[in-house]
């Protein structure tokens, strides 16, 4: 097999300027390379999906974060999944489903010495589909997984608030909560996430941020008569204010994203009703996945037990064509995405 | 000793409007009364030290915190030390030294009922003075052990920034955190107060945060080149900004108040770097010291120790004279005290 990969070509999307505000098109350089052949020890990747995060705003921009920005003229930083083409490796064999950082490229090469880097592991397409292991059983599953159970702590009875609701990780929060027996409700833009979210997924509620002024407001004042014990926040800016007015003692606050923020050319829009987190003894955490990484077997061995048994769904938001990145990544920033983005790379 | 009660006067301080912004004098109303006598199981206590409390401009505000306001017309709510001059009751005799909520007026008579809600409680002058306890061995006090202890969780070797570092709770916080093993920075208001809390209370460097633009974010980088593992925050405002700039992975934010934004007329400033919380999976809790009520006695005797064999110093800043209150209170806001703000009384 490993023969032909001289003749493949590896066409790529690298950043070529730091975005100021929303990423466009002269941001990004389109390259094609011949496909390496693997060392001894490695092996040689197919990108079949590529996962399109809201976290990849933050990967472009210079500055100390939880890890180093992607440096201009490199490959843009990704997550996917594909399939083995070429093996050196007794570890991996020519046809093996795997997950591993592709970057935004056909094909990937690594040496035995950076699998763990990559994150290269081998996926099973029985506990679930290509797309599903982008998003469940993925980073934004575990993102969502151990944000709410190791950050918020629910307890049964409790109330969930849930920013994002439709998107990935905010899909898998609002399913896992409402397996753990919390009332769950969820923020999402215009009505049909809303009703795909309550309907679907079975929410208790969704407020839809979209319907005016005063709406997300509004919303929790009727679908948390209680008030909020825990609140995962995927967007920041006003509706994080919003809910620090409703929330609980004792109530915790995950800190997963602020996709509201994240093109601002201005300073971010700090929370000015932070100071209910003293008055009601609260807390506000932030939560970076891979922290939990040795555990995301067993989130993963979990969560495959609810999408067999049907307690569990996902909806995928499948656009196809390496070439279409640059447009259909804006897509998590306008809120035009319907569920997890995947930008499919090739057939599986 | 209560038949002489009928011939005192209780004058008294109330609040007499909401006050916009700074508290004014026409915010306040002085009214006399004669002094009750106890009921069947009641005490009259004549006030001797009250504390005055950066959390008293948030109890005049309308709207729900952790306890409700004081009500327009009310005496204004204080905490004071005191002794029993008149008692129909079994656990309290005349000239026992107590600590309660006396308000600002020069005596109160409590029903036995009213015990536990006015916090009435009995104090030994072998551990501390009576303005210790209103400082180390008080609220204040009690308010930066459990704060430091609990929701900061120190390890011995992390490094410590307190805000309000010369204010009452401030000097608490450092002076524990040091006794644990911490490197402990201050930041205070002029070089007066940044001097003593290294000198006197051996806190490892204190931030001048009036010394000029920047001070504090040169100061931060400056003393805690580890970065900061624990902040205490008094403050708020643009200091919080500086140090969630600064903060180590898994660090603790302890809210304990916000001096920079309570007469504030326009909306409170959030802080705007609050993403550093998810970039650094650190926290940020607020505290109320209430909740810690059932273990005062603990850390009453653990600090009652360390001010005997000299590891613990106070200090506090007395002012005589129960009609001062309403400008002795903007002592406060203005960064004026130095050291514990005691209104004296009378003499003890």
């Known amino acids: 097999m490993s023969q032909a990969l001289s003749t493949l070509i590896n066409h790529q999307i690298r950043l070529a300027a730091r975005p100021v505000g929303m990423p466009k098109a002269s941001d990004w350089s389109h390259t094609a390379e011949p496909v390496a052949e693997p060392a001894e020890g490695g092996v040689t990747l197919k990108t079949l999906a590529l996962s399109l995060d809201p976290a990849m705003r933050g990967w472009m921009n210079e500055g100390k974060s939880y890890i180093p920005p992607v440096g201009i003229g490199e490959v843009m930083r990704a997550g996917g999944v594909g399939v083995v083409v070429a093996s050196k490796s007794d570890k991996y064999a020519v046809g093996d489903y795997v997950s591993a950082g592709f970057g935004v490229q056909e094909y990937i090469t690594l040496a035995a010495a950076d699998f763990k880097r990559a994150g290269l592991v081998k996926i099973d397409l029985r506990a679930g589909s290509l797309t599903q292991w982008l998003n469940v059983l993925g980073m ?186 640059p447009e259909t990544l804006l897509k998590l920033f306008n809120g035009e995405n319907f569920g997890k983005l995947v930008l499919e790379v090739a057939q599986g």
């Open 140 to 325: 934004p599953g575990m993102t969502g997984y151990f944000g709410l159970m190791d950050v918020g702590m629910p307890k049964a009875g409790e109330t969930v608030v849930i920013s994002g609701a439709a998107g990935a990780v905010g899909q898998t929060v609002g399913q896992v909560a409402k397996i753990k027996g919390c009332r769950v409700v969820g923020i999402a833009g215009g009505p049909a996430k809303c009703e795909w979210v309550v309907k679907e997924l079975g929410f208790d509620a969704c407020i839809d941020y979209k319907a005016g002024p005063g709406a997300v407001r509004a919303g929790l004042k009727e679908h948390c008569p209680g008030g909020v014990d825990i609140y995962f926040d995927n967007v920041g800016g006003e509706i994080l204010d919003d809910v620090l007015a409703r929330i609980n003692r004792k109530a915790r606050i995950i800190i997963c994203g602020a996709i509201s923020q994240y093109n601002n050319t201005t300073a971010v829009q700090g929370p000015k009703n932070y100071l209910s987190l003293l008055v009601n003894r609260a807390r506000m955490e932030g939560i970076v996945v891979f922290d939990y990484a040795d555990r995301y077997h067993l989130a993963v061995a979990e969560m495959a037990g609810y999408l067999k048994d049907g307690r569990m769904k996902s909806k995928e938001d499948v656009v196809v064509g390496l070439q279409t990145f």
